[in-house]
């Protein structure tokens, strides 16, 4: 076994081991767990290490550069976003309901812990109750506003902004399914 890639970051050892093994290569992210368990000190246990087989070496040493120069990254035009309705542009995701939500929950928080000090005098349990509610009340807030975050758009050319659902799990896997199917049948009906 060899070391073919480092790193002090969880999801790119990871990352690069979901990439050697979709090119045929059997790969394994070592001490993930030993190095999560106390993450100060990840230098020091070696990060994150990416092992290969010894024959498989030179190979993976060719991929990880390729990697590492962006030679794998997935093109722009794969991506599938919708168009503009305007100019028909391909869109991108729209920040701005994000910072607005973002804002927002600021703004309330600091609203709540303002009133709620003013309303029955500062004292060191009643901060502590306010960071608790606050840290509480934060998810429970950003989960209320998914709604309004997903499917936001906005187009680069004319900065058109607007809204369009993407097809749940199911249904994706649904038409796969059926294309599969079809394509079996079809490949079935060919053979003689």
Do not use: N
């Not at 230098?43 to 794998?72: K, S």
């Not at 919708?82 to 994000?98: E, L």
């Not at 097809?167 to 599969?180: G, K, L, Y």
């Amino acid at each position: 076994m060899r070391r073919a890639y480092w790193s002090a970051d969880f999801a790119e050892a990871h990352v690069v081991e979901a990439m050697l093994r979709a090119h045929g290569v059997q790969a394994w992210v070592f001490d993930a767990l030993l190095v999560r368990q106390d993450w100060f000190k990840t230098l020091m246990f070696g990060g994150y290490r990416v092992m290969v087989p010894d024959e498989d070496a030179a190979r993976t040493a060719d991929l990880v550069g390729e990697y590492r120069a962006g030679a794998l990254a997935i093109a722009d035009d794969v991506v599938e976003c919708p168009t503009c309705p305007r100019c028909a542009a391909p869109g991108q995701d729209d920040p701005m309901p994000r910072r607005v939500v973002f804002a927002l929950l600021i703004a309330s928080d600091v609203l709540f812990t303002i009133g709620y000090m003013l309303s029955t005098g500062v004292t060191g349990m009643m901060v502590a109750m306010v960071l608790v509610g606050s840290v509480i009340a934060a998810p429970i807030m950003a989960v209320l506003f998914t709604h309004y975050l997903r499917g936001r758009y906005v187009c680069p050319q004319c900065a058109t902004r607007w809204r369009a659902s993407r097809p749940s799990f199911a249904a994706m896997a649904r038409e796969v399914d059926a294309a599969t199917s079809a394509d079996v049948a079809a490949k079935g009906e060919a053979a003689p």
